[in-house]
Antibody, heavy 116, light 108 residues
Framework: EVQVVDSGGGLVQPGRSLRVSCTGSGFIFGDYAVNWVRQAPGKGLEWVGFIRAKAYGGTTEFAASVKGRFTISRDDSKGIAYLQMDSLKIEDTAVYYC???????WGQGTLVTVST | SYELTQPPSVSVFPGQTARITCSGDALPKKYVYWFQQKSGQAPVLVIYEDIKRPSGFSERFSGSSSGTMATLTISGAQVEDEADYYCYSTDFSGHYWVFGGGTRLTVV
């Protein structure tokens, strides 16, 4: 059974860092790009970024709002992708979702709260 | 920055056809994806690559695209179709992706 699970959210102070994880199972994780999408409380969906499969260079793309502060990496041997968030701002508060390429399977979301 | 524009809300009676539009300058050259999101849940893909429907998803949902506008059509809308709907696509470069602002569908 294909599963995608987000984890690692929590409360963090402005300016600090946090890493959230996306764990996939039931499929060949390395064959798929991994997307990150977020949703601030009461707001719409916002694309954060993605990492391509290694077969396509394993490169990343990011939204302008997070470029230079967020990075994405992957460990295909473990079936995990990571969203590293540095220099966090209050406006980064959101539920963070990951999904595999094609958007057919999503994690349940993990809440990141940036607050003093 | 690139934008996709959707109407904030659409309202229909049960059994009517609901149409949700999404406009963007790059749509003549780029695919559109549509997502359904019900309260407190993760998004669900309902249409991909403009017109394709994921296997097992209701045939009442269809997609089309012409020029700078894509349309999600829900035929015979039902109360359980009430949700927020988002379009998603990329700019001309293919490096930056964006969601539309979302459309709340009400079936009353």
């Amino acid at each position: 059974e294909v599963q995608v699970v987000d984890s690692g959210g929590g409360l963090v102070q402005p300016g600090r860092s946090l890493r959230v994880s996306c764990t996939g199972s039931g499929f060949i994780f390395g064959d798929y790009a991994v997307n990150w999408v977020r949703q601030a409380p009461g707001k719409g969906l916002e694309w954060v970024g993605f990492i391509r499969a290694k077969a396509y260079g394993g490169t990343t793309e990011f939204a302008a709002s997070v470029k230079g502060r967020f990075t994405i990496s992957r460990d295909d041997s473990k079936g995990i992708a990571y969203l590293q968030m540095d220099s966090l701002k209050i406006e980064d508060t959101a539920v963070y979702y990951c999904s595999r390429d094609g958007f057919d399977y999503w994690g349940q979301g993990t809440l990141v709260t940036v607050s003093t | 920055s690139y934008e996709l524009t959707q109407p904030p809300s659409v309202s229909v009676f049960p059994g009517q056809t609901a149409r949700i539009t999404c406009s963007g300058d790059a749509l003549p050259k780029k695919y559109v994806y549509w997502f359904q999101q019900k309260s407190g849940q993760a998004p669900v893909l309902v249409i991909y690559e403009d017109i394709k429907r994921p296997s097992g998803f209701s045939e009442r949902f269809s997609g089309s695209s012409s020029g700078t506008m894509a349309t999600l059509t829900i035929s015979g809308a039902q109360v359980e179709d009430e949700a927020d709907y988002y379009c998603y696509s990329t700019d001309f470069s293919g490096h930056y992706w964006v969601f539309g602002g979302g459309t709340r569908l009400t079936v009353v």
